[in-house]
């Protein structure tokens, strides 16, 4: 909350406009459905169909309140919570939330239900798919005898994140925290050009060891193998079934 406030007050009058203005709209645009699967976790069904189809589910407890802190409470009983946390994990929540004062239209009925689903949904895929990966890398990790440190927990965390909509590069782009859409383009741009393997390649070669980047490897091929076998079939069953001009 300090972060943001200061964060705030560090704006002219001007830019507390522009930004208030966006901050509705975005907060309009994001939660006005249950979209999180389809849009910043569609990759997470390619690499892991089975904790992307158990999140999808589990974001309609963000429904309710109890149901909603049901959830979160659960997250946070996970063994690997503070890890995860320390590891930047759940930065984006953070940001959804304290963003220029935090979002204006959060508390009106329905948009806040759609948001608790959302961080709901998007919280539990990340902590299932970097609980998953985590035993994978760390298992290799021990194989080679080499320690599992916060060093991989925050590589690995940054590689789930970028699987899962939350592309680096929004950063680095004027009130990219703004607009959903810069992360998101950010993440299908760092996806196309194998960003993950990248840095998973590239802390390998500084800590020696390159578990995080074994696992990485892994998944990202399993997902754009699966992706490109589903867009054939998709294809050839179009040629054979589709309309014909």
């Given at each position: 909350e300090a972060k943001a406030k200061a964060e705030w007050e560090s704006l002219s009058l001007e830019e507390r406009v522009i930004a208030g203005a966006f901050d509705t709209a975005k907060g309009l645009i994001m939660s006005a459905d249950?979209?999180?699967?389809?849009?910043?976790?569609?990759?997470?069904?390619?690499?892991?169909?089975?904790?992307?189809?158990?999140?999808?589910?589990?974001?309609?407890?963000?429904?309710?309140?109890?149901?909603?802190?049901?959830?979160?409470?659960?997250?946070?009983?996970?063994?690997?919570?503070?890890?995860?946390?320390?590891?930047?994990?759940?930065?984006?929540?953070?940001?959804?939330?304290?963003?220029?004062?935090?979002?204006?239209?959060?508390?009106?009925?329905?948009?806040?239900?759609?948001?608790?689903?959302?961080?709901?949904?998007?919280?539990?895929?990340?902590?299932?798919?970097?609980?998953?990966?985590?035993?994978?890398?760390?298992?290799?990790?021990?194989?080679?005898?080499?320690?599992?440190?916060?060093?991989?927990?925050?590589?690995?965390?940054?590689?789930?994140?970028?699987?899962?909509?939350?592309?680096?590069?929004?950063?680095?782009?004027?009130?990219?925290?703004?607009f959903s859409s810069v992360r998101l383009l950010a993440t299908g741009f760092e996806q196309a050009m194998g960003a993950p393997l990248a840095r998973a390649y590239i802390h390998g070669r500084k800590t020696g060891n390159f578990s995080v980047f074994k696992v990485v490897a892994r998944k990202y091929t399993r997902g754009i193998g699966t992706m490109i076998s589903s867009a054939a079939a998709f294809n050839l069953w179009q040629e054979k079934f589709g309309p014909k001009d």
């Open positions: 249950k979209s999180f699967s389809s849009n910043q976790g569609i990759a997470a069904l390619f690499t892991d169909p089975g904790k992307w189809a158990k999140s999808w589910a589990q974001g309609f407890k963000g429904w309710t309140e109890k149901g909603y802190k049901n959830k979160m409470a659960e997250i946070m009983a996970m063994p690997e919570y503070d890890e995860m946390s320390a590891a930047g994990l759940f930065e984006q929540h953070h940001e959804m939330q304290d963003t220029f004062g935090g979002n204006k239209v959060s508390s009106v009925p329905i948009i806040k239900q759609s948001e608790q689903m959302f961080t709901a949904e998007s919280m539990d895929l990340r902590s299932r798919m970097y609980s998953g990966w985590k035993a994978m890398a760390k298992a290799a990790s021990e194989k080679k005898g080499k320690p599992w440190t916060l060093a991989d927990a925050k590589a690995l965390a940054k590689e789930v994140k970028t699987m899962t909509g939350q592309g680096q590069m929004g950063k680095n782009v004027p009130f990219g925290k703004m």
